[in-house]
């Protein structure tokens, strides 16, 4: 088994005495070998992607049965691409050292710039137009129509290069309703359902205590409730609030918030228009009843951190002790004191476990303690570079979870044997596509087609290579 780890390392060049000519010749020679290296890429991910068709039923019936038939086959590209068989991914990025969806989205690329982008394929392979702009008009393009996509590959020939990124959005759009012929009564009813609001909370590297929100919705809303955020934005200044406006419009939504928490919601039950208890005899009064429980309810939300922190610093009364916030990463402890002043946030207590305790269960889900504490140890899928949050994956009996009334041996649900797995990568090992053992807390060998292995820490994931 050869291991990427001993590769030795490149040549290192001395730019010391280079002048400035000089730097500039070899900026431009590296940039053409990046440019060949990602279109040599492409081509293996193309490559890999057809090596690994979806196999029939028939064919099925006359050999042996692949592990990734035992899954539906995964169309990844757009229309007019082929099918490939379930799980093609994980092995290219376990090879790759890139995460699972990361794979995905190079396969789906490939496929897309070869059956539904050939124009442009040819020239990405020429070296005309840089990748990355590329796969953009792939991704793109990739729920148009066949013939829309080959539309927008005939009018951006030779253009792409110079085109911007909003340009070639607009070419887009214009195909879809140019080619596809959805009516914008359609579309706009389509759109409807991805509306959301969604909270991000951005790399911990960066700290925790800035977040981001993306909301999608009816754009008569959205643009009145940007004009208070604006209008709010104003008022802070005007009473004295120097900082940027930019920075006001995010701290406005703290303050229509606060605003919203100390209203009483369930006088809105009686404002002119709504129903009450007296013009609407006719309705439930339970119903009533539980109207305005769930609008106390949405008043008084709390919020929930998980917080790893020294107790000494938490008890302390100094500045710059620094904590962990799931899900968001270091947070000084005068913020997290901050937000409690603010909010009602919950601070859960978190016991860090040195080694796995030996307690075990008779039964096949653990207990919400024992669930707890492989979160902890685990803090996302344990797969190869999958960063899905352990809080929401399965937890997976590591060593199959045998049914005592079947022969199974007691003791089987305890920490040591269960570790968290997105629902992908979970149906990925329960289909046969890879096994993994556990070496250590926290620490797992992972094997895959073609013998190809990687091993899980705590710190990181390590492609060893491949057996084969």
Not at 190 to 196: A, T
Not at 367 to 379: F, G, K, N
Request: charged residues 25%; proline residues 6%.
């Amino acid at each position: 088994m050869t291991s990427t780890a001993t590769t030795p390392d490149p040549e290192v060049v001395d730019l010391a005495d280079a002048s400035v000519s000089g730097l500039l010749e070899q900026a431009a020679e590296c940039e053409a070998v990046l440019r060949e290296a990602a279109v040599h890429q492409l081509r293996i991910a193309y490559e890999w992607a057809i090596a690994h068709p979806v196999v029939d039923a028939a064919e099925t019936a006359r050999g042996p049965v692949l592990p990734s038939v035992l899954e539906a086959p995964e169309t990844l590209g757009g229309p007019g691409t082929p099918a490939v068989a379930a799980f093609t991914a994980e092995p290219l990025a376990v090879a790759c050292g890139i995460a699972p969806s990361s794979a995905t989205a190079l396969l789906a690329d490939a496929l897309d710039l070869h059956h539904r982008l050939p124009v442009l394929w040819q020239q990405t392979q020429a070296g005309l137009v840089a990748v990355w702009k590329a796969r953009r008009v792939a991704a793109r393009t990739r729920d148009l129509s066949l013939d829309a996509a080959l539309w927008v590959d005939r009018h951006t020939a030779g253009r792409v290069g110079s085109l911007s990124l909003v340009a070639l959005d607009r070419l887009v759009a214009e195909a879809a309703a140019r080619v596809d012929g959805e009516s914008l009564g359609e579309k706009e009813k389509s759109g409807r359902s991805q509306w959301d609001v969604k909270l991000k909370h951005r790399d911990p590297r960066h700290g925790g205590a800035t977040s981001e929100i993306h909301a999608v919705g009816d754009t008569l809303d959205l643009t009145r409730f940007h004009d208070i955020v604006c209008a709010e934005a104003e008022t802070l200044g005007a009473l004295g609030d120097d900082d940027a406006f930019e920075v006001r419009k995010a701290k406005a939504l703290g303050v229509i918030a606060d605003a919203q928490a100390r209203l009483d919601l369930t006088s809105l039950l009686s404002l002119p228009g709504a129903a009450s208890d007296r013009d609407c005899a006719d309705v439930d009064a339970d119903q009533v009843t539980q109207v305005r429980r769930r609008l106390i309810e949405r008043r008084d939300a709390k919020v929930r951190l998980y917080l790893h922190a020294s107790l000494a610093d938490i008890t302390a009364d100094t500045s710059g002790s620094v904590g962990t916030v799931e899900r968001l990463g270091p947070v000084t402890l005068d913020q997290i004191k901050a937000w409690v002043g603010k909010a009602r946030v919950t601070i859960q207590p978190v016991l860090h476990v040195a080694s796995d305790d030996t307690w075990s269960v008779d039964r096949h889900d653990p207990p919400s303690r024992m669930a707890e504490q492989v979160v902890l140890r685990d803090s996302s899928c344990v797969f190869p570079w999958c960063s899905h949050p352990s809080r929401h994956a399965d937890l997976d009996h590591v060593d199959p979870y045998e049914d005592p009334d079947e022969g199974g041996p007691p003791g089987q649900t305890t920490p040591s044997n269960l570790a968290p797995l997105c629902r992908r990568h979970h149906r990925a090992k329960t289909a046969g596509a890879w096994t993994y053992q556990r070496t250590a807390p926290g620490t797992y060998l992972w094997t895959g087609p073609a013998g190809i292995t990687a091993i899980v820490t705590p710190t990181g994931t390590l492609t060893l290579g491949s057996s084969s």
